[in-house]
């Protein structure tokens, strides 16, 4: 499968535990974005990145969130002393441009 | 802040009938608008798009149209099919990167 993955797809945890996704973009993309999607709602833009640097991040991101793409390749998106507020999907999705975006499956998380 | 508008929230029609979404973005930077489809539990996925130099684009039963000055642009889908049923998002570019997503439509197409 050549398309965007993403790794867990689920996740439970306790309120206050930290969890960490990755995502793997389709190889030749050069631009990832992280969304949030809650059921019965659009995803929301989270934070994007351009090769290994991250341009933008929305105020939706609080301290408790960070992403890195080190090598401009995979990225992670961590999320330190989860509250039951950040039960969601989380996707990622990549493009070449700015325009089409590809994405994931997502992984679900479940805060208890 | 900035965001889309998406109208209706639900939709339902008979198979062969045509069905419409309509949207209203407010960031005046925007200029490329895609189309996901969303079936459950599945990834969105890409059905259509226009850039805002065009004011109309088809692709067989899909087309979209964009009014910039208005800021709106509509999902048109014909002679509906049953398999068309799923969960529809309009989408927006931001200035800086990444897309407003609406709330969704989710559409039920009766055979």
């Known amino acids: 499968d050549t398309g965007v993955s993403q790794d867990p797809r689920h996740k439970i945890t306790k309120r206050g535990q930290n969890v960490t996704f990755r995502c793997d973009p389709i190889s030749e993309h050069n631009r990832l974005y992280w969304y949030r999607q809650t059921l019965g709602q659009g995803p929301e833009f989270l934070t994007y990145?351009?090769?290994?640097?991250?341009?933008?991040k929305s105020r939706l991101l609080s301290d408790r969130f960070s992403a890195e793409r080190p090598k401009g390749s995979f990225s992670t998106l961590e999320i330190q002393r989860t509250e039951q507020g950040d039960s969601a999907m989380y996707l990622c999705a990549s493009s070449s441009d700015f325009r089409e975006q590809f994405f994931g499956p997502g992984t679900r998380l479940t805060v208890l | 802040g900035e965001n889309v508008e998406q109208h209706p929230s639900t939709l339902s029609v008979q198979e062969g009938d045509s069905a419409v979404i309509k949207c209203t973005y407010s960031?005046?930077?925007?200029?490329?608008f895609p189309w996901y489809k969303q079936e459950l539990g599945k990834r969105p996925q890409l059905i259509i798009d226009i850039r805002s130099n065009v004011g109309e684009k088809k692709d067989q039963r899909i087309a979209v149209t964009l009014n910039k000055t208005a800021k709106h642009f509509s999902l048109h889908i014909t002679e509906t099919q049953p398999e068309d049923s799923a969960v529809y998002f309009c989408?927006?570019?931001?200035?800086?990167?990444?897309?407003?997503f609406g709330s969704g439509t989710k559409l039920n197409v009766k055979p």
């Open positions: 989408a927006a570019s931001r200035r800086a990167g990444g897309f407003y």
């Open positions: 960031d005046s930077a925007s200029n490329y």
């Open positions: 990145f351009q090769n290994e640097a991250q341009l933008e």
